[in-house]
């Protein structure tokens, strides 16, 4: 296999919609400094389409809305739609994200601080986060009631692909400039 189908193969992959020609190509050209033209490209796709239709393979290159993206076969579609349906009972909802970000900057914390600073109860977010194994409870407030505190896990590490909080961006680099910044139009 050449070079452009392979790179070709690659984008597909990695690609949550589907690719169109030019897309490609222009994907070529920046990444690569290859220049092939459209009809390189057309080639290219096509020899891919025929090697994953007549291949032994769970997926193939299809033809869809204006552009082209790997999609399982029919015969296992059902098994990868039970699968992406348990994946996304895995993805964060707002309030756990909130409630996640304020643990993570702010632990260890107990669950009436958490609610104080969001505003709402957290009970749902907090047990969500918990099955996710995103937190975990390490320990106790020494407050009246004694709540428990949270603090996040190793899983939360993974998840987000650092090595401790103290990767986690600082506040101060997520602030929106503002117009007192440099190069604002005030001072021009």
């Known amino acids: ?75 296992v579609a059902p098994v990868a739609a039970a699968y992406l349906k348990t994946r996304h009972s895995k993805q964060l909802t707002t309030s756990q994200l909130e409630t996640l970000a304020i643990i993570a900057y702010r632990q260890p914390i107990s669950k009436p601080e958490i609610e104080r600073i969001r505003g709402v109860n957290c009970d749902f977010a907090i047990q969500k986060l918990l099955e996710k194994e995103l937190i975990r409870i390490v320990g106790r407030s020494d407050t009246v009631g004694k709540p428990l505190l949270y603090g996040t896990s190793q899983h939360f590490m993974n998840h987000f692909g650092i090595n401790s909080v103290d990767d986690l961006p600082q506040l101060r680099d997520l602030e929106q400039p503002t117009e007192n910044t440099i190069g604002s139009p005030s001072e021009n």
């Open 1 to 75: 296999m050449n070079s452009i189908a392979r790179f070709i193969e690659a984008t597909l992959f990695v690609a949550e919609e589907p690719v169109t020609v030019k897309e490609l190509q222009k994907c070529l050209a920046t990444a690569t400094g290859l220049t092939p033209t459209i009809g390189e490209v057309e080639q290219q796709l096509q020899a891919l389409i025929e090697k994953y239709h007549h291949g032994d393979f769970a997926f193939e290159i299809v033809p869809i809305a204006g552009g082209y993206q790997f999609l399982s076969k029919p015969d």
